[in-house]
């Protein structure tokens, strides 16, 4: 058995997940919980000066829900098919979505931005999604998938804790499938076991080592601190419809069978790469036909309302569809043969992709931002603190991994990387690899793969983001 250490504060938090799924198997797993005051020296000698990480039998690894879904690849709580895998995968993302936008009003700073992200929240927001997920309970029996308990209901039941505590009411009160799934997830025995034995105060350092036969051992006392970590997602409604069709080899299907019935894919997004140019990288790199469905600002308003969350991309597959562009992705990667060789390089590509999205939405959060002091704050808070700070490290690591950010194979963590930067160079005005030689010639030795070259040659090349913000500053 794995010897297991989970790291985070003294709060339920991200962390709150992972110790959920190693107690509901019953899995002994040391429970350390950071002093306020050892933070500063703690942070640097975490992979990107974030927690929770999980240390597995010495090494350690990072971003909630990489680490969620490799548990729940281990304890049997995925589903029973990769399709399973996509749905559940796209629920969890979901609820973490909520959380973050939850997160962003909490941590804000400026009183009268706050009390608006707190309105935009109450009227809008919260109804949104809560209904909505509350109305995917109901579908599924009393959880979010198949009728069964997925990691998506230990991340939900986890996490709600926190939008509770941001939000400092019940919003789940007039949801009754979302809080007859909470009471279950906290029910269940070894749940309910790590519920009563955990830290009660939200300001104390302990040191735990939980097993599910015996008590805790608790440690020291510490202060509770706040971490602000801001984070957005673009929500654009951009330009016309078009509809552009590329013939593929799925070169990995080696079946001489011509009953064979390939997938039908139907990809859903805007005029302009973002988020969704990692899937069109995918497509491109399998030589896999696909349907490229392009919204503009005229026709998006009235698509929106035909979407499960209101937000793009989506991906039909012989004509379901499904969202959350990640899930999306690592759905993708695993037809396409670019995830890991094991449960655990899978956890590596995971977590690497996650620390790609964080480090994409900081621009994200720049771009968006209406107030023009605020945006010049975060243009040169992004300029001179965290671009050098992510991309140092991700030079590192492909230099580290003979020029790939995992294994020393291309991944998907690789196009995901790539894809983005035209995007973020728009975001900035600049070319953001400038300065970082290994991360150029990486990114150059990816678009040269002769599938992408081809998809960068022939592919669309409007891009109505500008228009877009020029139409937002007259709102």
């Known amino acids: 058995m794995p010897a297991y250490k989970v790291t985070y504060f003294n709060i339920v938090g991200l962390g709150g997940p992972i110790r959920f799924l190693l107690s509901y198997v019953g899995v002994e797993f040391e429970d350390i919980r950071i002093e306020h005051s050892n933070w500063p020296e703690a942070k640097p000698k975490t992979p990107f000066g974030q927690v929770p990480t999980l240390e597995i039998d010495g090494k350690v690894y990072y971003q909630t829900l990489p680490i969620c879904r490799y548990l729940a690849k281990q304890f049997n709580l995925l589903g029973k098919s990769d399709l399973d895998a996509l749905e559940i995968d796209a629920v969890a993302n979901t609820v973490h979505d909520l959380r973050k936008m939850v997160s962003l009003y909490f941590f804000e700073q400026d009183s009268a931005e706050k009390a608006k992200k707190k309105e935009t929240l109450v009227t809008t927001t919260l109804p949104f999604y809560l209904k909505r997920l509350d109305d995917v309970v109901k579908k599924n029996g009393g959880y979010f998938h198949g009728g069964e308990l997925s990691y998506a209901d230990l991340f939900f039941a986890a996490v709600q804790h926190n939008i509770k505590g941001f939000m400092k009411n019940d919003v789940f009160e007039d949801y009754p499938n979302l809080k007859q799934l909470i009471d279950k997830v906290h029910a269940l025995p070894r749940i309910a076991a790590w519920l009563a034995k955990s830290p009660k105060t939200d300001y104390s350092s302990r040191l735990v080592r939980y097993d599910s036969s015996s008590a805790l051992k608790i440690g020291p006392k510490f202060s509770l601190f706040r971490i602000n970590r801001v984070e957005g997602w673009v929500r654009a409604g951009l330009v016309r419809l078009v509809i552009r069709k590329f013939r593929y080899l799925r070169y990995f299907n080696l079946t001489s069978d011509k009953n064979t019935k390939m997938p039908q894919y139907k990809l859903i997004y805007f005029k302009t790469t973002g988020v969704a140019e990692l899937v069109r990288y995918l497509f491109s790199y399998a030589d896999q036909d696909f349907e ?10 009235k698509f929106q309302r035909e979407t499960p969350y209101g937000v793009l991309p989506l991906l039909e597959i012989d004509g379901k569809v499904y969202n959350q562009s990640l899930a999306i992705g690592r759905y993708l990667a695993k037809e396409f043969n670019l995830t890991g060789s094991n449960k655990l390089e899978d956890l590596e590509i995971d977590s690497m992709v996650d620390t790609i ?3 994409r939405s900081v621009f994200s959060q720049y771009l968006w931002e209406a107030n023009k002091i605020a945006k010049s704050k975060r243009k040169e808070q992004l300029v001179q603190e965290k671009l050098p700070f992510y991309l140092n490290r991700f030079e590192d690591r492909v230099k580290a991994n003979g020029g790939y950010f995992v ?3 291309l991944t ?6 790539v894809s983005l930067k035209p995007y973020l ?3 900035i005005g600049f070319d ?11 990114a150059n030795k990816i678009n040269a793969i002769p599938n992408i070259k081809k998809w960068l040659d022939t592919r669309p090349t409007e891009c ?5 913000l020029d139409a937002k500053q007259q709102d």
């Open 425 to 427: 160079d728009f975001v």
């Open 357 to 359: 999205n964080d480090y």
């Open 412 to 417: 998907w963590a690789d196009l995901w990387f």
């Open 464 to 468: 109505c983001l500008q228009e877009f």
């Open 432 to 442: 953001t690899l400038k300065n970082h030689a290994a991360l150029t010639e990486h």
């Open 292 to 301: 490229d469905v392009r919204h503009d600002i005229t026709t998006w308003p």
């Open 407 to 409: 294994g020393g194979k």
